[in-house]
């Protein structure tokens, strides 16, 4: 029993796939041949394989089309990598390149967002972009600057006045 309550086959009755020839006493009885064959074949099948074992059917089964689909040229990719480096290193190669594409795809659709889509007066959405106007201290040439906004109509232009209309 697995502290908590929880049951070691998930609330399943175990069941013994090894049959009477698990006990050394019923194997000392006397085994058929279909017995013994079975048994050596039981035994081998308890002998674990090292390393990733890949299932075709497996893989198939879960990654539907689509994932299979835009997973291929990075596949292709770490597949040719992995003579070369080595299982383990092909992975990760994969792994940070696909990270850094969606990274890149993000920040050019963010730029090309941001470039496209400015809010100005023909549109009431878009990022509005403000600049602030160059400070001015004592000391500094041209102090004191006043506003270059000169009418009260350019302080809410948002590019009225520079428009080729």
């Keep these: 029993m697995v502290a908590g309550g929880a049951s070691d086959t998930g609330g399943v009755k175990p069941m013994a796939i090894a049959g009477r020839m698990v006990r050394e006493r019923e194997r000392l009885i006397g ?16 002998e674990l394989h090292h390393g990733p074992c890949k299932v075709p059917a497996l893989e198939r089964e879960l990654n ?10 990075l596949d292709i990719i770490t597949k040719a990598l992995t003579p070369a480096l080595g299982f383990q290193r092909a992975f990760t190669v994969r792994y940070w390149t696909g990270k850094a594409l969606i ?19 023909t549109r009431k959405g878009g990022w509005r972009v403000i600049s602030s106007r160059k400070a001015c201290v004592p000391g500094d ?12 109509a350019d302080y809410a232009a ?7 209309i």
């Design 31 to 46: 085994m058929s041949p279909d017995e013994r064959a079975w048994r050596k074949q039981w035994i081998k099948d308890q």
């Design 64 to 73: 539907n089309p689509i994932k299979r689909v835009y997973r291929a040229p």
């Design 103 to 121: 990274a890149l795809t993000g920040i050019y659709a963010g730029a090309y967002y941001l470039k496209y889509n400015q809010n100005d007066w």
């Design 141 to 152: 040439e041209g102090y004191p600057r006043v506003s270059d906004r000169t009418e009260p």
């Design 158 to 164: 948002r590019g009225f006045k520079q428009s080729p």
